[in-house]
């Protein structure tokens, strides 16, 4: 068969917007070493350091990194405690664990930071529950994050670095407004979702929109409650305050008096920049965000570049490297997790049979 003209146009916009964003992560990965010379007539490029001189001191890094790894893999069987508060019935703490695990590996080892819709996907196959109840599931402990994330954010401000984040005042309060926000929409969903759906079934109007909305009544169940929500944010705390005190341990030990209190700052500014799913250019945003900030908080240029350098392969070889085991003890292939793999083909499929499933009386 033949490749249609729409189908050759929509690979060239692919691959324009691929390069487009390696060019860009590029980009952005470079501010942590170089400073860009777009005015002056010297070298576009200025290392901000010598290059050799920043490699010999990496292994000096070591004592900050190793507990560093430590408390980013503890975030994986505290995701998996975490995400039984949102599931209507019991699973076994192993199961979410390794599901919790192996998204783990496909966010950090593959492209396009798939994680949460592959383990949404594999509870949905393993468990028979519908895929958009299970993704559901896993909004709401994202959205709980966000949420634990914000306040302990806020909390740092009273922190011995209060004075140096009250300038990123402004970006706190957009960032609070905008989780406000998105917590009411959930529960506006959670509580309106099933009754729209059932007024759709009435009147025989868009079946496809009326399944989306009953799968997604169940899987926001856990938000038709305060008592429901104030649970999955108890549970959400661990998580995020593990990464948190990570990060803060990191800058610590690259010389910041008082850095404990500004890893939060740290981890909110990531996760903002690196929220959305399939966005080409997250590493280096990474590099750009996390070297700015240590930068900003007092870091030589050189400490900053080390600090965005290590903590980057410190969360992927300690996820990865814990994702992996799981990926192997439930024998799955990797070329199966990637795009186009047969689980990946399935997941879509699946995605597809859920749309069009009979929604229930």
């Known amino acids: 068969m033949r490749p249609t003209r729409g189908s050759g146009g929509r690979t060239l916009i692919k691959a324009l917007l691929a390069v487009l964003g390696l060019v860009l992560s590029v980009f952005l990965l470079s501010t942590a070493f170089f400073r860009w010379n777009l005015h002056d007539a010297g070298p576009l490029l200025q290392p901000r350091f010598p290059l050799g001189e920043f490699v010999r001191a990496l292994p000096g890094h070591l004592v900050w990194l190793v507990p560093f790894l430590l408390l980013q893999a503890s975030v994986i069987p505290l995701r998996a405690v975490q995400w039984q508060s949102t599931l209507r019935r019991p699973v076994p703490l192993k199961e979410r664990y390794h599901l919790v695990a192996i998204g ?47 306040l302990l954010v806020s909390a740092s401000l009273l922190g011995p670095f209060g004075g140096t984040l009250a300038r990123f005042h402004t970006e706190l309060e957009v960032a609070v407004y905008l989780c406000i926000g998105l917590v009411a929409l959930v529960v506006l969903l959670a509580h309106w979702a099933a009754p729209l759906a059932h007024a759709m079934h009435r009147r025989h109007k868009l079946p496809r929109v009326e399944s989306f909305l009953h799968h997604l009544s169940d899987g926001l169940g856990t938000a038709r409650s305060f008592t429901g929500m104030a649970r999955v944010f108890v549970f959400s705390v661990g998580p995020v305050l593990a990464s948190a005190l990570a990060y ?43 070297s700015w900030a240590a930068r900003s908080l007092g870091a030589t240029a050189e400490d900053a570049a080390a600090f965005s350098t290590l903590t980057h392969l410190g969360t992927v070889i300690s996820q990865v490297a814990v994702g992996a085991w799981s990926v192997h003890v439930r024998k799955i292939r990797i070329r199966d997790l990637r795009k186009g793999g047969s689980l990946a083909r399935e997941a879509a499929h699946h995605v597809a049979h859920d749309a069009v499933e009979p929604a229930p009386p």
């Open 248 to 290: 803060g341990m990191a800058l610590h030990g690259i010389g910041i008096s008082g850095g404990l209190f500004a890893g939060a700052v740290v981890l909110g500014a990531i996760s903002l920049g690196q929220s959305l799913p399939g966005v080409p250019a997250g590493m280096g945003l990474y590099y750009f965000v996390t």
């Open 104 to 150: 783990a590996f496909v966010h950090n080892a593959l492209p396009g930071k798939l994680g949460d819709i592959m383990r949404s996907f594999l509870l949905s196959r393993t468990q028979r529950i519908p895929f958009l109840r299970c993704l559901g599931s896993v909004g709401v402990c994202k959205l709980m994050e966000f949420a634990a994330l914000m």
